[in-house]
Structure formats: C-alpha cells, structure tokens
C-alpha cells in the first residue's frame, strides 16, 4: 500500500505548486505597478541576457553548496538533544536535514542531467564546507549569520530565517550568474524559479536545433540508493523532470510561501490552511515554527501572520525542555585545542568522518549511486563521534563540538 | 562523606586505567558525572563512604606515583586494591559500571538523565567493535563488512 | 444498551487477527478486535504511536534481563508468558508457577513465551520466514510419525505468496536450496524484496568451512553437504524491481483473495514504522530485532492493522476475552464474552458480551486452546489443548579462528538447510541450521559474562580491553532447531487451582520429551562437532542443568535445548471431526460460526519459523469467511 502525499500527484502539493505559480505572476504584475511592490524584487530579470549551459551548471553548483551549508547546524542541533530526550523536536529536525541531503543530491541529479559534474567536497578555489560563523552561500541574506551551536530558542529562529528568506523585513538577495555577470534574487524560491528559467530557456533554444540539454549519461542517484525522506528522489532527464525538481526543493523548504507575508489575510480564508491530516510533510519553516513554540500546528491552523492563530502552531503540545540539549561551545575549530590532546583526536575523528562522507557522496552523485550504501553507514558513525563531542568538555565549560572542517 | 571537589577528576583518571580506554571515550559517554554521583550514593546508603573516600585518595596517590605507564598503574591497583575484598568489590563495579552500565546486575538509572542510557554507553560493545544492541545502530548492510567504528580494536 | 453486531469479533491483534481485520474489512465487513493490551499500544496516530513506541525502547534499555519481553507491558490483568520464569519444575507433584500465569506442570518446563498486547508476539519475534517444505506436510505418508495435513504444500502456496507480501519478505528465490526446494517450490517468484545482506560472520563460517575440507558431514553411516543459503526474512530491505504483486484484494465475483498484479503506477511499496511511512524503509542493523526493532524496520502486526479499514474496524482494547458462549444446543456460537480493566494492574473488571455473525480466536495457540477448554466446547474430538509443539533449539557455541564481528545485524542472515529433510525422520527429527549473529548472547549470557570472567581473572586496564575484544568478535553460535513430533500428551490444560487475578483461567502446560527428541539432540551434537571442526571452530560448548532448566540426558550424555518462541498445536486442523479441532477451512468442525487462526492449527511444525505458515494460513481463513458471509 503507497501514502498518498508521498507522490507529486498528492493535490495538497498541487496545490501548493499553483500557489507557487500564483506568486510570480502577482510578482510580474508586482513589476508593473510599483506600488503593490515587494521589497527586493526590483532588480531581478529586467535586463535579460542569456545565460549559457555552463552558467546554469555554476547556479546548480552554487544551489548544492546552499542546500549544504545549512546541514552542518542542523546537524549540531540535532545532535545537541540529549539521548532519548526531546524526541519530537529530534524527529522534526532529522526529518528536515534529510530532505536537506536529499535536496542536494537532487541538485546533483539534475547537474548531471545536463552533463556536468556535481562537486562536494573539495571545490576548486573556494571552501565547499563554509567556514563558521558563515553567510549563507550565494549572497543570500547578508544579515543572516549562522553558527554551528547546539539547539537553543534563538538557534531555531536563526533556521526559521533560513528556511523563510521571503520576509520582507530583511533584505535577501541570492545571485544568478548569467554570462559572467550576476543577478540577484530576493529569495531561494526566486533563485530556484530564475533556475528553472534559464534551464527552459536553454532547453528550448536546443529543441530549435532538434537536441536536447539533457545530454547526461552519468548514471544518477535513485530511490534505491536514498531513501527515508518525505518525498522520493527523482531522476531528471527532461524538463519535466527538471520542474518536478525543483518544485519539490521549493515545496519541502524554501520560499514558496512569500505571499503569507505579502498578501493582507482576509477572514475565513481557506487556502492558508495547511496542515491538514493528509498532509504529513509541510515546508520546513513551518517544522521549525512547531519547535520554537512547542506544538504542533492543527489542521484548522492557518499559515497566514494575520489570520487568528497569528501563523502559529496552536495545536497538540510538543514536550520540549531547553536544558536536555548539551551546550558547545559556538563555532568550535580544532585549532582551539592543543594538537596531542584527546579532544583535538576526537575533532580529528570526526571531520575526518565527515570529509569520508561528503567524499562518498561525491562519488555517489558522479555516476556511482551504488557507493551511497556505504554513505549511509558514515552518516550514522559521524553522528556517534558527533554525540561524543556533545559531551566532551572544552573551551569555557561547554563540550568541545563538532566542527566541521575540512581535512584532506 | 566528605565532599571531595577532585572527585570526579579521580573517578575520571583511575577509570581510564582501569578500563583500558581513553578519558575522552569516557568523558564521550556523558557519564561521569552521573556514575560519580551515583557511586557516592551507593556508598553513603551502605554507610560506608570510607572505603570509596579511601579507594579515590589511593587511587589518586597511585595515578600521581606511577601515571602515565600503564603497566605500573595496573600493578599498584592489583597489589593495593585487589587484595582487599571492600577494593576490588569496589574495582569491579567501577569497571563494570562503564562496560556494562550496570551496578550489582541492575542498569543504572539516575535522575535526571534519560532511563537506560547506562545501557546505551556501555563500552564493552566498543571492546566488542560494535554498538549496543537497539542503539547505535550502523545503517543498513553495514554488518556484512567489517565494523568501521574501530574504538575497540586492539592497538 | 444494545451492543453493535459485528460482522465478525476476532479475539487478539497479533498477526493472525490484524491480516483477518485488514482482509475482512477491506472487503467491506464489519470487524471488532478484542485486545488484551493497553490502549496506547494500540495507537494508530502518529504521534501516540511514536510515544508509545519509545516507553517501550526506554523498559527495554533499563531492563537487566533482555529477555522477549522485556520492552513491553506485563499486566497483572491480562499476563503474558514469560521466558525469565523458566525454571526447574519443583516435583512431579509441584507445578512450578512463577510469573503468576503459565502453570509449568513438567517433567520439562515449556521453553517458550509470547506477548499478549497490540501486534502480538510479533513485536518481538525475529522475521525469519522460510516456508514449510511439501514432505512437511506429509509427515505421516512419508515417514511414519506425527500426521498429514489435510492438504499439500501446492495448495497452500498461492497463500504463502500473500504473506510475504503482507509481512514484506526480503530474500533471493535463487538462493535457495536443500532438500525439498525444487525448481516449482518457488517458481517463477521473486520476494518482494531484495535479500538482507549476509554477514561478515556467515562469510567468514563459509570461507573457513571452504578451507577445512569438502563441507561433507557424516550421521547415522550417511553423508551429508553442508550448505548454507540466505534467510528469508520480514524486515526490510530494497524493493525488489521484478516483484510482480502489488498488493492481495478480495475477488467477489471469484470468491477468491488474488494477488494484485503490479503496474508502473501501483508498485508495492514497503511499510515503514507505524509513526512514519519515513522511517523503518531499510534494516538499519540495530542488532535487537528480539525483542524490539528501534526503527520498525522489522515487521510487526501494526502493520497490518494500520491497513485495516478504519471505518469498518473497531478495536477493544483493554478487554480480555474470557470465554466463547453458545446456545442451549451448544452448537451455535452466541457472543465471546470479555472483561475490561482500567489499568492494566488494579484488578477491577467489568464483563461484557461482544456480538458477531463469525467469531475468530486468534489468541495465540496457548490461549486459544484455554479460553476453548475455558468454554468447554470445540473439543468433541477431544484434541483442544494436545500436541503442543515448539522448535527445539540446541546451540553450539565456539570461537573463530579469526575475528568475525558478531553483535551485528539481524539476529540471523544465513542458515543451513542440509538436515531439513530426510529419510532420518523416519528416526529422529529435522532440524533447520540458523547461523546466529548475536555471538553467546542467548546460551551464555555474553558479552556480560565474558567480562565478569575477566575481572574474576582480575584482568583489568587494556588487558581486560583486550582479551574482551580478541573473544567477542570471535564469538560464534550455531542454532539446531529440531521440529518436534506431536505428542497428545504434551499438552495445555485448566484448573479451578489456578487463575489470573480476574479470574480467568491460567494455563498450564505438560510437557515432555521422548526417544525421538532425544535422537535428534544426539544427531545434532554429532553434527555440530563435525561442521566446527571443518570451520577451525574452538568448541566452547557446555550443557548442564545448572545452564538451562530444560536438559535432558540420553546415551550417557546431557544436552540442554530452548524454546525458539514457536508455540504451535493446541487445536489441530485435520480431514475428520474425531481427529480435529478444525476443518481445512479453519472452522471448527463443532460450531459452524467458530474459526480458530494462528498457530494452532498447524498439525505439525517443519522445519521453518511458524509465523510464515501461519499467516498463509490465515489467509485461507479469511477467504472461507468471505464465503461464509457472502453466502448469507
């Protein structure tokens, strides 16, 4: 027996699609007439120049790096709950790094759809695991700094701006690369869809030709090989394809849902209602949103800031205590410890884990999915020495903390 | 007993030699504290709080002397403990208690920390390469290759 | 107040009653489960069912003894059997009676327990699911003992295929092997499922076997290959691309259950844990599939009963079925009537009468035949509660040459099905081969022991390390899971001397071995002793009295075996009323709207787990009821 929501033929994620579509074309009109204007989606797209394959292969490289760098503090968070302790809040945040990874190879897919290469791991020139305290990648949100720490209040609303770069207080730009130039977007949605625009546009300027961008033969990652997320990997090698991509990242995670604060809510409105029993996996906003107030949203909650629950969740109470997490101390380096100690060993130990597995899925997403099993087996040896780390003393009282550095 | 603020630090140091793993295994566990305050506990129900007193100033006395070679810590802990039944009673349950997370055949439970997480520290599944049974576990297929978490091994 | 009349009452949510409430409702009848257990175990929400779920991870931890049943609630009101109250039986005279429910009346203490809560037994069985083999079911015809069923094993094999569906099998049709597994034993089959990846340790045993000699083994003057095939098994793994069903639905017009072709759109999809269709997708190798599989990655009921139509099912849980009543003529079945608690331990009830057209016990063997005995009907051919049958498992234990890692994965991955079948069981029984992951765990009690023998040894420090790590990953145990022969005389039985503290009946068990038993334990040594010396295995084997209560001496020599969990007789199904309990259509022949399911039926036991058979078998249930009801 299948789980409905788990296919993209789940309405609830139609529905969300066309919500989707919904908002450019009020972003179009949005260009039009200045006064209905959102903050930030002044300078995309009004001087269009035409990006090439390779520009698109480097936006789909920058999108893995983003969809990466939020991993590393989700991960510190999760792994900060205490053993047994905060179940659920462990749940919603391992739920959410999973659809991170997944994301990502996704991302990888659909680079080797078009016959590039997917890095992770060792990019040339520059880091592929930022350095914390970092920006996130691509320029968006300059005044978003995240740092690697454990699983506080104040972390998790760092996540919810993460995951919520649409909110029109803060300024957030994601840049494009067209043709050596840079464009910015006003959010990872926005990015995503100019993404998708560019694949479009390249892929009908090819079909003219009678050909196709979809000219990869890599062999990419299937189910069989990633598994356990809400929502299955696809394989890309047509537009079609390509869309369903990216209106899974965007569904699961990020920016989809700019209209709650654009739009004025109005009374009884149906459609910011979203979180009915039917559907098990909402956006990742909304998943941290549930952790920062300690429940869980009910169907009848609405998405929507002005509506009477505020967007909130007011729905069944997650059992959350602060104090059943291990504090890190923020933003550890190995360096911060002398280098024949036992906890720089440890740190040692650990990045070298986490290097072996961004290796792994290198190599997983370059044409050998196969290799991924043994992925999985890191992710969970990574995870053991990180929850060592949560609990090994270092600097200024706190446990020493996982750090997440690159080792060759 | 006489609160003895090094208490854990000894707790820490001794065990390391006793156990044959490293103090950060330990520390890794998150389960000094707790153990600490639980052995004192032990002790002070059974009114004897002298021999564990006596047992963490010996042992400091015989890090201090013969720290950091192991053989010679060994060896002064099996002339000036194990001969004496309250001592190597007391040598037992400590390594028991890391290896096994159990005290007199029973998991250690202490306030404030999570049921059976005794258990789920044991280190005799590290000595063994592998993870307790129910936690840790490794991800599929990994128990048709050789382990990769090799704490255990012999070095 | 009138209560509801149900379509169909089942008694029990273990596998047998949840693949009869999902099969029965999704063809659109009216169900009531009555369930021993606590409510919470019975949570279908995701969140009350992930909660719940980790109360029972949390005992599990915290138990000294990790025994069966040691995650999951032991209620004074409704008890379960339980393994750690196995012990000595006192005196002929002297039932043993520790643990407050299973009266052991001996000679031989029944080495066996289940769990009597939401999902059964199967919370905490294993998921080794190899079908039964067709001499097994021709067990008189062929060899002389025990009896035929009444039907073979190409009857039952359309119903074997919708089990492995139901508990989502993993294993390779190609692999296997051994006597009786024929080119059209499975046929033109795959499991739904990829294989579960054989362990370090099973390659290692294979290679030193390789190594020490031709893998012949000599018994009775005959020679025998030893092999060794991957277990089928109900956790899961990676779908398997060329399965060809999707899912089993009930065929009005053909009055048949039929397997559901797959198609690009409907593929079958693997169930996850009850709290996630997320999690569970894959084995994770939590190395404790008994007692409780962390992820649920392993099958259980919940399952299956999760897939019940909710509008067509209710559940009672906390309502312990009592006793089955019937009308003045006593043929007909009239209500089961049941006692309902609060707590679990206060010791309050109340009773009631639940009301069906069908009533289904799927109680477990033992308690089926006790609440028929309690009843005092279905019993005209007087076999209720006779032939009370288990696997009974000699271990040999040993050390590898070389480190093979054991306290890894599924309990087991690999087994030898050399001795499966045979002219031997004219003589003595069969026996299946697993080879176990778990090192000395079940016999010896290790890794605990290993290191209270070190410390006795005053190994400290990296010694102690050391010589813990150079025995445990060497650590090896071999299964001999003999199929024992039914025995009228091993039986379950009442007393107005014993009941439970609401006053339902205590079942008490005798139960005995006897030269056939005892051949094959010798048969079995014999074997174990050739296959560790080809394999460079360190014999470490010790049997004693003191190890194991059930130990039995034969030939001048000792040997201990163990319940496998098997429990399986109690209510034979047969061609004849004076010969059984039930019909092939698994009614009773006394009462026309009584049907018995789950291993009770099962007229002998081969030498496969029961579960597997039982569920197929189950399905056959579910497909006469259907009949049955549709004819009205």
């Known amino acids: 027996m299948s789980n409905s929501y788990q ?270 029993a039917d559907v098990e996996e909402y956006a990742h906003y909304f998943r941290f949103k549930e952790v920062q107030y300690g429940r869980f949203y009910k169907p009848t909650d609405s998405a929507h800031r002005d509506s009477p629950n505020g967007g909130l969740p ?45 290796d792994n899925l290198d190599k997983g997403c370059n044409g050998k999915p196969e290799v991924l099993r043994e992925g999985i087996m890191i992710m969970f040896d990574m995870k053991y020495k990180a929850q060592e780390l949560m609990k090994i003393p270092g600097k200024n009282g706190l446990a020493a903390g996982p750090s997440f550095e690159y080792i060759d | 007993m006489k609160e003895n603020n090094n208490g854990p630090e000894i707790l820490l140091e001794i065990s390391a030699y006793l156990t044959g793993f490293e103090k950060a295994d330990l520390l890794g566990t998150g389960m ?124 | 107040m009138k209560e509801k009349e149900y379509d169909v009452v089942i008694v029990g949510s273990g596998i047998s009653g949840a693949i009869m409430a999902k099969t029965l409702t999704q063809a659109g009848k009216s169900v009531l489960i009555l369930e021993a257990g606590l409510t919470a175990g019975a949570s279908m929400k995701s969140n009350g069912a992930y909660y719940n779920y980790m109360t029972y991870m949390e005992t599990f931890f915290n138990a000294s003894a990790k025994v069966p049943n040691s995650p999951y609630p032991n209620l004074k009101d409704a008890p379960s059997i339980d393994v750690i109250n196995i012990e000595t039986i006192p005196s002929p005279t002297e039932p043993s009676t520790k643990g407050d429910y299973l009266v052991q009346a001996g000679p031989l203490p029944f080495g066996s327990d289940n769990w009597r809560g939401p999902g059964g037994t199967t919370m905490h ?138 198609t690009p759109t409907n593929r079958y999809q693997q169930a996850g844990a009850i709290w996630s269709p997320n999690v569970g997708l894959r084995c994770e190798g939590n190395a404790s599939c008994v007692p409780i599989c962390p992820v649920q990655a392993k099958y259980n009921a919940l399952k299956t009963l999760r897939k019940a139509v909710g509008d067509h099912l209710d559940i009672k849980t906390q309502a312990v079925a009592s006793k089955v009543l019937v009308d003045k003529k006593g043929e007909k079945v009239t209500g089961i009537e049941y006692k309902t608690f609060d707590t679990g331990d206060d010791v309050v009830y109340n009773t009631y009468v639940a009301k069906g057209k069908i009533y289904v016990l799927g109680a477990s063997a033992i308690e089926n035949a006790k609440i028929l005995l309690a009843s005092g009907i ?109 025995d009228p005389e091993n039986r379950v039985t009442i007393d107005e001397k014993y009941k439970d503290p609401i006053g339902n009946y205590r079942p008490i068990v005798h139960y005995h071995t006897n030269e056939y038993m005892n051949k094959s334990l010798e048969a079995a040594v014999k074997v174990s002793d050739q296959i560790f010396k080809e394999a460079n295995i360190e014999d470490h084997t010790s049997y004693s009295q003191d190890l194991d209560p059930d130990y039995v001496e034969y030939n001048g020599k000792g040997y201990n075996f163990w319940g496998a969990g098997h429990i399986v007789g109690t209510h034979r199904m047969g061609t004849k009323p004076d010969n059984s309990v039930v019909n092939p259509d698994q009614r009773t022949w006394d009462h026309d709207n009584l049907y018995l399911i789950g291993c009770g039926n099962m007229p002998t036991l081969g030498t496969s787990n029961p579960t597997l058979t039982m569920s197929a078998l189950t399905f056959k249930a579910a497909e006469a009821i259907l009949k049955h009801l549709d004819k009205k």
């Open chain 1, 7 to 276: 296919h993209n033929n789940n309405p609830r994620r139609q529905q969300l699609n066309s919500r989707l579509k919904h908002k450019q074309q009020q972003e179009e009109e949005a260009k039009k007439s200045p006064k209905t204007m959102l903050r930030g989606a002044a300078a995309p797209a009004t001087t269009k120049k035409t990006a090439t394959l390779e520009d698109l292969k480097e936006n789909l490289q920058t999108a893995m790096e983003l969809e990466h760098s939020t991993i590393p503090p989700y991960l510190c968070a999760l792994y900060s709950i205490k053993e047994g302790k905060n179940l659920m809040a462990a749940e919603i945040v391992k739920s959410v790094v999973i659809e991170e990874m997944l994301h990502m190879v996704m991302v990888a897919n659909l680079i080797n759809s078009i016959g590039g290469s997917p890095i992770i791991g060792k990019v040339k020139g520059k880091p592929f695991i930022p350095s914390y305290p970092t920006r996130l990648p691509g320029n968006v949100d300059k005044d978003l700094i995240i740092n690697l720490t454990s699983l506080t209040k104040e972390q998790v609303r760092v996540f919810c701006k993460i995951e919520h770069p649409g909110d029109e207080e803060r300024e957030v730009k994601v840049q494009l690369r067209v043709n050596s130039g840079e464009i910015e977007y006003h959010s990872i949605g926005a990015f995503y869809e100019a993404v998708m625009e560019q694949i479009e546009t390249l892929e009908a300027e090819a079909q003219k030709k009678g050909k196709t961008i979809f000219t990869g033969k890599t062999q990419q990652v299937t189910p069989e090989h990633y598994y356990g997320a809400g929502g299955s990997i696809i394989n890309v090698h047509s537009i079609e394809d390509a869309r369903a991509v990216i209106d899974e990242i965007v569904d699961q995670g990020e920016g989809s849902f700019g209209s709650i604060f654009a739009e004025p809510y109005g009374e009884g409105q149906e459609e910011y209602l979203w979180f009915g």
């Open chain 1, 314 to 358: 007011t729905g069944e109470e997650i059992d959350i205590d602060w104090d059943d997490v291990y504090l890190m101390n923020d933003n550890p380096k190995m360096e911060d410890y002398p280098k024949d100690s036992e906890v720089y060993q440890k740190m040692y130990d650990f990045n070298k884990t986490y290097c072996n597995l961004l």
């Open chain 2, 32 to 155: 000094l504290d707790p153990y600490y305050r639980y052995t004192v506990n032990q002790y002070v129900n059974a009114d004897d709080s002298s021999t564990l007193q006596s047992f963490l100033m010996e042992s400091k006395d015989i890090v201090d002397t013969f720290g950091p070679d192991e053989d010679a810590v060994i060896s002064a802990v099996k002339s000036r403990f194990l001969p004496y039944s309250k001592f190597n009673t007391l040598v037992t349950q400590i390594v028991t208690m890391w290896y096994t997370g159990e005290w007199n055949g029973n998991i250690i439970s202490i306030d404030g920390y999570t049921k059976g997480q005794a258990y789920v520290q044991g280190l005799i599944w590290d000595a063994a390469e592998t993870h307790p049974p129910g936690a840790k576990q490794p991800g599929y297929g990994s128990w048709a290759k050789e382990p990769i978490n090799s704490k255990g091994n012999i070095k």
């Open chain 3, 125 to 262: 069985w294993l998921g080794t699911t190899p079908r039964m083999l067709p001499n097994d079911f021709q067990m008189k015809t062929k060899y002389g003992v025990g009896v035929d069923w009444p039907f073979t094993y190409d009857d039952l094999k359309p119903y074997y295929e919708m089990a492995e569906l139901e508990i989502g099998v993993s294993g390779s049709v190609k692999e296997q092997k051994g006597p009786g597994v024929t080119k059209n034993y499975y046929g033109n089959y795959e499991f739904p499922m990829e294989k579960i990846p054989q362990s370090y340790l099973d390659q290692v045993f294979m290679k030193e076997m390789k190594k020490g000699g031709d893998s012949v083994v000599k018994l009775n003057g005959k020679k025998y290959k030893i092999e060794f095939v991957s277990t089928p098994q109900g956790r899961n793994s990676i779908p398997c691309p060329e399965y060809q069903y999707s899912d089993i639905k009930w065929d009005r017009r053909r009055k048949k259950l039929v397997l559901e072709k797959s």
């Open chain 3, 378 to 486: 279905a019993n005209s051919s007087d076999q209720v509660g006779r032939n009370l049958m288990d696997h009974w498992v000699l271990l040999t234990w040993g050390l590898m040459p070389k480190k093979s890692y054991p306290y890894r994965g599924p309990g087991s991955t690999t087994n030898i099905p050399t001795f499966r079948d045979g002219a031997f069981r004219k003589n003595h029984a069969a026996w299946i081969s697993p080879v176990d992951n778990w090192g000395w765990a079940w016999p010896v009690f290790s890794p605990g022991s290993d290191l209270s023998n070190a410390l006795s040894q005053n190994m400290l420090g990296k010694e102690l390390k050391n010589h813990l790590n150079d025995v445990l990953t060497r650590q090896v145990l071999l299964h001999f899971e003999c199929e024992q022969i039914p």
